[in-house]
């Protein structure tokens, strides 16, 4: 079947039951491959991006090739990725439509930079939508709760590898400003298996992602619940197999042009975590307050 005016229709033919690509790539997620589930992660997270990206684009964000992406479509049902992207582009029209009925009517804010953007602006503008998906997409509920955890926790473990392994480390320096006692383990190391071998039903463990979820983490998560510890993930990825294992999933959002991921609306998350903790508990509150005035 060839590509026609009536593509559109066409792309959407493989989605049944009324059902959006987002929604049918969520449905089917546990059939992927590997490398199509770092895919699927990446166009239900970004679908905006995915709407208007080349094949070639979208396989680099999501670390894998084109070849997999095209796969990728196919096993939706779809001829090729441009049936997908028609697909893509039609919900999120439905998205910003959506969104346009249920406005307020308040004028548009300026932008923040001109259409002529510096590489260094765009990253900038990214972001800032980052960190405003990401408040737009946090559950009160389970934000809150992650903090009551956290707060009564005889012990916090945290877990984060690789490229947040820093952010790790910044959060347990919070959580220890706070007095809490907490651990960060970033790598397979003895001494990182001898700080997990402390979890109990007491304790807390914090696995951070970026993208596809490192086997430290999963394992970690795996770990905890057998031992009964409270888990929450830190993720971007919607679809991450830490989100599936954790008792309280966070996401945020780390889109960027740039050749790295954004780490900003993880390091707000961490902030208003620990800040939570911190509002939660005079005494801290009072013992933090001494200290700034010294």
């Known amino acids: 079947m060839k590509r026609t005016a009536s593509s559109s229709t066409t792309a959407l033919a493989p989605i049944v039951d009324h059902q959006t690509l987002t929604e049918y790539i969520q449905s089917r997620f546990d059939e992927f491959s590997r490398s199509q589930k770092d895919v699927a992660q990446y166009i239900v997270d970004h679908l905006d991006e995915v709407a208007f990206q080349t094949a070639e684009e979208l396989a680099r964000r999501a670390n894998t ?27 999120y029209r439905r998205r910003v439509e959506a969104r346009g009925v249920g406005g307020s009517g308040a004028s548009e804010p300026e932008p923040l930079f001109g259409l ?15 960190v405003e998906e990401t408040a737009r997409r946090v559950s009160r509920s389970v934000l809150d709760a992650a903090v009551e955890e956290i707060g009564k926790a005889d012990r916090v473990i945290i ?10 480390t910044y959060f347990r320096h919070l959580l220890m400003l706070l007095g809490i006692p907490t651990d960060i383990v970033a790598s397979h190391a003895q001494e990182g298996r001898a700080r997990l071998a402390r979890l109990d039903e007491n304790a ?3 696995g951070i992602t970026a993208g596809r979820a490192h086997p430290l983490v999963v394992r970690s998560l795996q ?18 197999e830490a989100a599936k294992l954790a008792q309280h999933s966070l996401f945020y959002s780390s889109n960027s042009p740039s050749f790295v991921r954004s780490h900003v609306a993880l390091l707000s998350l961490l902030q208003a975590m620990a800040q939570g903790v911190y509002a939660n508990d ?13």
């Open 223 to 240: 770990l905890a619940r057998h031992r009964r510890a409270t888990t929450i993930a830190i993720t971007d990825a919607t679809l991450s």
């Open 65 to 91: 090739s084109s070849s997999t992406v095209v796969r990728f479509s196919q096993a939706l049902g779809f001829h090729g990725f441009p049936d997908l992207q028609d697909a893509a582009r039609d919900e």
């Open 116 to 130: 002529d953007q510096s590489p260094g602006e765009a990253s900038i503008a990214a972001d800032h939508l980052a």
């Open 204 to 206: 807390v463990l914090i």
């Open 159 to 168: 877990v984060a590898a690789d490229q947040v392994a820093y952010f790790g």
């Open 282 to 294: 005079g005494a801290r509150a009072d013992r933090i307050r001494a200290y700034r005035l010294k």
